[in-house]
């Protein structure tokens, strides 16, 4: 649950120093790995499709990237100001280690401009000035081991924005024996995206919308760098499953929900799983209704006529789109009430009733 002052409390009440970085007496940093040097002290970084341009001293629009007297540098490094254990389901990640529990944390910056943003107070504004925890590759590998806790996930806010960490941090926890995950909108250039699949096992990126215009409108960024991305994180064999935020009037069109999801089932397959969730009023779309339930499950019986196998409606409990079902038998394979699990009666990842394999990450 997050605490009083933006950061976050971990399990079993411990806080964390939840502090400026500065007033810390740290303000790290790190080269950034993709950008070229360019004339007069100007760079052109190339992490995200946006390709900033920046002068000395001006900050991509990730808010995290800084030209310092010519050499690029992310200051969102070492400094999470999220910092949570989490169901691995709240990801959203549910054919993943189903039940178990994963440190979470997110460092200030977002290269989007999302108008429903969850986490804005911290998505929308510079590490510099948000409160902050020192967190470095070490600590958190530290950090799982003493909570026996199997997995780290970039989730909260942007991990495009803070690339270098994520890929850092991944990298230190996976040669620990541990496994790395991320939830991230997905608008990121495809080889800093091939590198950082080659240091997770499991993504859940979301797929906001199905046009141009909301991209634009709501996102603030171009659609189809989106559609581009998703391609190369299935081709790069890690696990993924999709996210849609369901919106009232902006994307909850059927026609606009039946040609996404055959889209999904043409270029990334019909076994990744896609997870509607329900929209509540935040940041700049309080004035919106929240999503009615009824439009989330037109979505998800869109997406099931259309052949996706695995479709969950998330953000409302109990319903009977929290569970895995079976695609052959139909029978329910993982029970839930919300991300909490009840049963799971998976064999092996396979069906106990018709023996059919269920794709995941399992064991």
Known sequence: ????????????????????????????????????KLPDKKIQCHVCPLNCTLKPSETCFCRTRTNHAGTLYNHAYNC????????IEKTPLHHFLPGSKALAIGLAGCNMRCLYCQNWQ????????TLNMKLTAADAVARLTSQSL???????????SYLEYALETATAVRTAG????????????????RE????????????KGFSEEFYLKVCGVKFEPILKALETAKASGRWLELTTLVVPTYNDAP??????????VKNLGPDVPLHFGRFVPEYKLRKLPQTPVRTLEECRDIALGEGIHFVYISNVAPHEGNHTY????????????????LENHLQRGSCPGCRRAIPGVWA
Do not use: H
């Open 122 to 129: 911290v998505s929308q504004d510079q590490p510099v000035n």
């Open 80 to 87: 999470p100001c999220v910092l949570n254990v989490d169901p």
């Open 196 to 207: 950082m699949c080659k240091q997770l096992d499991g993504m859940a990126l979301a797929l």
């Open 326 to 341: 079976c695609p052959g038998c139909k029978r329910v394979l993982i029970r839930r009430v919300g991300l909490r699990i």
């Open 255 to 264: 026609k606009d929900i039946r040609e996404m999801c055959r889209w999904v």
């Open 150 to 160: 199997p997995v780290l996930a970039f989730t909260y806010t942007e991990p495009v």
């Open 178 to 193: 541990g496994k790395a995950i991320m939830a991230s909108g997905a608008f990121v250039s495809a080889e800093p995206l």
């Open 1 to 36: 649950m997050r605490c009083a002052c933006g950061g976050a409390a971990l399990a079993g009440g411990l806080a964390w120093p939840c502090r400026k970085a500065q007033a810390m007496g740290f303000d790290d940093k790190i080269e950034v790995r993709y950008y070229d």
